[in-house]
């Protein structure tokens, strides 16, 4: 099989794919078998009768068109792992000739040609080009106290108050919602905190400073039910109030608590809870902090058909018309999105991020848990659904960014270093650290040059060519050599058109001393 890739644009490639008939031969035979077991033909057993036979029965030309259909798609996909293109979207395929399989001395062949949109050349920055400003970690008494308090409310105790309900009292409700006077929901005999804001918008409000027996009243938005988000009155009548009674931070606590004996043992153990919840927390941020800064530093275009797609599946699912402007609102943030995607995808690559089979299962198992689902039943309908994939690349990207964020500087607002391996751990050993190249200069497309006489020399040719390439480049030689690394599949490809064949074997040779584009190399050795 031959193919060769032709880049349209830098989004866009198109495929030329040539498998002579010889070669086709064996999937032409494989379609005759399988075709000859769905024929009856006088004389014969199902799936027994010759080829030349089985052709007169129901004409070559529909075995060839069965055998194309069964292994375009493996031909195709193929071409795309040889040629090393990333299709992003779904293949348009046109056949130019098809083989007519008459025999050995058949120079025919099965030719077509494949345009797809594909992920462009990216420039990946390099993390350590970056500075990543984080919250202080720094533990402070009163962060003690509040881990202490939170530790002594576990053992609190509740007590009948004859007073106004505060903040932080328990209260034992009924509730009443009424909708134009109609009962639409109502609840009886709850226990509610004052302040956790868990229930409804001004529920709080309406409570504090209630006594047992009390009756309020207040309007509200209702956040679920058949009535979600319709404005209710609602009406709740107090049974009790309660205050929660905290134990006495002592030794006698310290030991009913915890393992420890005395309160400042207790206390010192908490502050380094403290500090390792702080220092996590530190991070949280980190990652998407760092991901907006490389996304903003990167420059490369987009799949506009993709972009198109997303923006009519989006119009689609929210049933609206193609033309509906809310496709235009959200198109900047489907650019955004696939951006990012992108970018992190070439990340992956990079520093070569595995994702094992059981740190996919802890992952997806996770993801059950904050579904409240039960594992197996989570994965089985993602499996059945198709996202087993969507989930690693998701878990794999994630990793690619903890491997950048250990190369970048990251300082907390006091202006420390954080040492971010120390929270997420050291280089994996499998995990390659990438040799990031300056950021290529942006340059114009080498133009193709022309002779003034019909006998000028190639190598002015030559001369004429390298003149229109940005001689400013940051990463052309300083002899003023075309550098391919310097330019898009599709610039190299142009320049190369337009030279001799020592400078394309020169060029040729740079290409797979630096980036070894399979796109570039293939093109240039066929």
Excluded at 53 to 61: M, Q, Y
Excluded at 284 to 302: K, M, R, T, Y
Excluded at 455 to 472: F, G, H
Aim: glycine fraction near 6%.
């Amino acid at each position: 099989m031959k193919h060769n890739v032709e880049h349209v644009s830098e989004t866009r490639a198109k495929l030329s794919v040539e498998v002579p008939a010889s070669e086709f031969e064996p999937k032409y035979n494989k379609a005759a078998k399988d075709l000859a077991q769905q024929v009856d033909i006088p004389g014969f057993r199902k799936g027994k009768a010759p080829r030349r036979v089985l052709e007169s029965k129901i004409g070559r030309g529909y075995i060839i068109e069965q055998a194309i259909n069964d292994n375009l798609d493996g031909y195709y996909q193929i071409a795309v792992v040889e040629t090393g293109i990333v299709p992003m979207s779904r293949p348009e395929v046109d056949i130019v000739e098809v083989p007519e399989m008459t025999g050995k001395d058949d120079t025919t062949a099965l030719k077509f040609t494949v345009e797809v949109d594909v992920r462009p050349e990216i420039w990946l920055p390099n993390p350590a080009d970056f500075t990543v400003e984080v919250p202080s970690a720094e533990v402070t008494d009163d962060d003690v106290t509040s881990e202490l308090d939170a530790l002594r409310e576990r053992f609190a105790t509740l007590t009948n108050v004859d007073r106004e309900a505060k903040e932080g009292d328990y209260v034992n409700i009924d509730m009443v919602a009424t909708i134009g006077g109609e009962n639409v929901d109502d609840v009886a005999g709850i226990s509610y905190r004052i302040g956790e804001g868990n229930m409804l918008d001004g529920q709080d409000e309406a409570l504090t400073g209630a006594k047992a027996d009390d009756v309020v009243e207040f309007k509200a938005k209702l956040a679920g039910g058949e009535h979600e988000g319709e404005e209710a009155d609602v009406t709740i009548t107090v049974h009790s109030v309660k205050e929660s009674v905290l134990p006495e931070a002592d030794d006698d606590f310290a030991m009913m608590a915890s393992e420890f004996d005395t309160i400042d043992e207790l206390r010192e153990d908490l502050r380094e809870q403290a500090a390792k919840h702080k220092a996590n927390m530190q991070l949280s941020g980190a990652h998407e902090l760092l991901v907006n800064q490389l996304v903003e530093a990167s420059d490369f275009p987009l799949p506009q058909g993709v972009i198109d797609e997303e923006v009519a599946n989006h119009l689609s699912n929210e049933g609206k018309e193609a033309d509906d402007p809310h496709g235009e609102e959200i198109r900047p943030e489907i650019e955004q999105a696939l951006r990012q995607q992108l970018l992190l995808d070439t990340y992956v690559e990079a520093f070569k991020v595995d994702v094992p089979q059981e740190e996919l299962i802890d992952f997806l198992v996770t993801q059950a848990q904050m579904y409240g689902m039960d594992p197996n039943q989570f994965i089985q309908a993602a499996a059945q659904a198709g996202q087993i994939g969507a989930f690693s690349n998701e878990l794999a990207r994630n990793k690619a960014v903890t491997a950048a964020l250990r190369l970048a500087t990251v300082k907390d607002s006091d202006g420390n270093d954080v040492d971010v391996a120390a929270v997420l751990g050291e280089q994996p050993e499998n995990e390659v650290l990438p040799e990031f190249t300056a950021k290529p200069a942006k340059a114009d497309k080498p133009k193709k040059a022309k002779a003034d006489k019909a006998d000028k020399p190639k190598k002015a040719v030559k001369a004429k060519a390298d003149e229109a390439a940005d001689e400013e480049s940051a990463t052309d030689a300083a002899d003023g050599e075309f550098d391919p690394a310097a330019h898009t599949v599709g610039e190299v490809l142009d320049y190369v058109g337009s030279v001799d064949e020592a400078e394309k074997a020169r060029v040729l040779a740079a290409e797979k001393d630096g980036k070894n584009r399979k796109g570039i190399v293939s093109k240039l050795e066929g």
